[in-house]
């Protein structure tokens, strides 16, 4: 099984593979390229080829710095991973908790005909566990729209985001991130998603507006329906403390209100 499993793998995984475990320390994908990438072959893509391993091996991907490091744990026992890695018991529960309703968009299976899927919150390739706490169930339209977003970042600024506990500087770092670009709502709410569920992620967003120089905001109508898109116009510099800074406001606002 693991052998056939094997086959798909290409010449280039192997030597990456090889690289890896020759240096248990780890590498950045700079140094897998000059290891494992025979001149001449322009692979643009490197970091994806590295994460098409995960199904055959684990490997850890923490953040040195600037710089996410590759590191080779082990090889995967047989069926240890499955496309989702989730028991059907398990599926069941998480499906049973939401309650007929996408944990993402809100829409129904009564009222709007979607039909839900388990989702891991942050990809496993990023490092997400199938535990109970890193699944939900979302619709398959914001399943294929997360996946889409998700896979338009660089795997160092997906793990970056993943280990970023505060809501609102995810938030931050996305718009900085992609600063001068539109980002769609869709895509801020995958963000805002990624660790728990956050209903309410709007309010999270204008809660960071005083604390960053300019939030911009546009909206786009299309066929059917009106689409938000957020930008920060320029890169800002960010505070460390944006999560306690929000926390502070809101309760001085709280208390003038009372
Ligand atoms: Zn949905």
Redesign the pocket.
């Known amino acids: 099984m693991a052998k056939r499993r094997m086959k798909k793998l290409s010449p280039l995984h192997l030597r990456i593979v090889d690289a890896l475990r020759k240096h248990p320390k780890g590498l950045h994908i700079g140094d897998i390229r000059r290891l494992a990438v025979k001149r001449g072959d322009r692979q643009q893509h490197l970091d994806k080829r590295v994460r098409e391993l995960s199904p055959y091996f684990v490997i850890d991907r923490p953040v040195r710095g600037r710089y996410t490091i590759y590191k080779y744990i082990r090889r995967r026992k047989p069926g240890e991973w499955n496309a989702e890695g989730v028991s059907n018991k398990l599926r069941s529960h998480v499906i049973h908790m939401a309650h007929g309703k996408?944990q993402?968009?809100g829409?129904t299976v009564a009222e709007d005909g979607?039909r839900l899927h388990v989702d891991h919150r942050i990809p496993q390739r990023w490092g997400g566990t199938s535990d109970v706490e890193n699944l939900w169930a979302?619709?398959s339209?914001?399943n294929e729209g997360k996946k889409d977003y998700f896979s338009s970042l660089p795997d160092n600024m997906m793990v970056r985001l993943a280990s970023t506990a505060s809501v609102h500087q995810r938030l931050a770092k996305l718009l900085n991130l992609k600063a001068g670009k539109w980002v769609s709502s869709d895509f801020l709410r995958s963000i805002a998603n990624l660790t728990e569920t956050q209903d309410d992620w709007q309010r999270r967003l204008r809660e960071i507006r005083p604390f960053v120089r300019r939030l911009e905001k546009l909206k786009v109508h299309e066929e059917k329906r009106v689409t938000t898109h957020y930008r920060f116009p320029k890169r800002i510099r960010l505070p460390k403390n944006l999560a306690e800074l929000v926390k502070r406001r809101e309760k001085r606002r709280r208390m003038k209100a009372e």
């Open positions: 996408c993402m968009c829409r979607i979302i619709c339209s914001c």
